[in-house]
């Protein structure tokens, strides 16, 4: 944690986060925009990462799946080093960003047609999903009714995160950031909605996060703590994972995450109950900010002046953007310009092709008046 930001634009201002030197605090937060293609990423990506790099800025790939069991889509990345992904990460360095890959386990939230042979998905438990729109707002996924991973098998799952890490800094990536939220197979354990295990991955909330903390020890154990990050919503619903304490919840994780010394702690405001859901909500990130030792990243609903309110007032280091940074791919010079924003269109988030809704929205200087 740094002392208090001065100026009229704390977003702007430079941070130290271990050993990166960053020249802003606007993070591109992880996009799933599904448009690789055999889990394998596309010269598209190339542009879309590198339209949005600066010198200084930090990057946080699209979630990619630790394995062939991880996947809820078959146009996510999966995590090996390719020579795809090693185009994308040079093309990101010489820009003079920092890039870290997500690494993710959608958990339940899939179906047999992308699990391997047509198993079903794993889970903490087997109870199954009901059927959630997407993101998007109008497409609605299907899910199959997940196999509760045996204690015995927890192992295996963890070390897929501890290849899949090392795959990450083989590729050239800066680092990895750790997928714990959102309803995905590490939530799936931590919030007690879902998880009725009675093994040691159940029950207390010490056993529910075992788990995901077994995954951050082998991932630090790994590839050495000032690489490693986190995302958690601990107070997140995001398909049907929610915690009757989520504050508790938060708590524990960043006070563990401490033990381990990681870079960064990647949390979602109170306020994203799920995709594309904001509410009123009297919870606040501030007691998990105040706990962690690390560099906060606040990610959710975040616009210009409540971000540069959240590095002012010393509730976030650094704050993520999502789909602001998707539609003004130079977002952090748009704010220092005081320039209006391109609007994001919902539409085409997940659109299945190289080029609408992911390279082609303009920057400012191609803007004619």
């Not at 959630?132 to 009714?145: I, K, L, M, P, W």
């Not at 990536?173 to 995905?184: K, P």
């Not at 030792?293 to 704050?319: C, H, P, W």
Request: glycine letters at 8%; one cysteine or more.
């Amino acid at each position: 944690m740094e002392g208090k930001v001065q100026g009229k634009q704390p977003l702007l201002t430079p941070y130290k986060m271990g050993k990166f030197q960053l020249s802003h605090r606007v993070v591109l937060a992880p996009l799933t925009r599904q448009r690789s293609w055999n889990n394998v990423p596309q010269p598209h990506a190339i542009l879309y990462y590198s339209q949005r790099a600066t010198k200084g800025g930090l990057l946080i790939t699209e979630a990619t799946g630790v394995s062939d069991t991880a996947q809820g889509c078959k146009i996510n990345y999966l995590v090996f080093p390719t020579y795809a992904a090693m185009h994308i990460v040079d093309a990101v360095h010489a820009k003079g960003s920092i890039f870290i890959c997500q690494l993710w386990h959608v958990g339940r939230v899939s179906n047999t047609e992308f699990q391997p042979n047509g198993q079903a998905p794993l889970s903490s438990t087997d109870k199954a999903l009901t059927p959630q729109v997407r993101s998007n707002g109008f497409d609605v996924a299907e899910f199959t009714a997940p196999r509760r991973l045996t204690t015995d098998e927890v192992p295996r799952v963890v070390n897929d995160f501890r290849l899949a890490a090392r795959n990450a800094m083989e590729a050239g990536f800066d680092g990895v950031e750790i997928h714990g939220a959102h309803g995905y197979l590490l939530d799936q354990f931590m919030k007690d909605q879902v998880n009725d295990r009675t093994d040691k991955y159940g029950g207390s909330l010490e056993n529910r996060c075992r788990f995901p903390l077994e995954v951050v020890e082998a991932v630090v154990n790994e590839i050495g703590a000032d690489k490693v990050g986190i995302r958690l919503s601990p107070f997140g619903h995001h398909a049907e994972a929610g915690d009757s304490n989520p504050t508790a919840l938060g708590l524990y994780m960043v006070e563990s995450l401490n033990k381990y010394g990681v870079l960064y702690c990647h949390m979602v405001e109170p306020r994203i109950r799920a995709a594309g859901e904001m509410c009123e909500c009297p919870h606040s990130l501030v007691p998990l900010r105040k706990a962690f030792n690390g560099t906060f990243i606040a990610a959710g609903g975040y616009v210009k002046e409540d971000g540069n309110n959240a590095v002012a007032e010393e509730r976030a280091d650094l704050v993520a953007f999502g789909r602001w940074f998707l539609a003004n791919p130079d977002l952090p010079k748009r704010f220092a310009l005081n320039a209006p924003l391109n609007k994001y269109n919902r539409e085409t988030f997940y659109a299945p092709e190289p080029i609408i809704g992911y390279t082609d929205y303009p920057f400012l200087e191609d803007i004619v008046e």
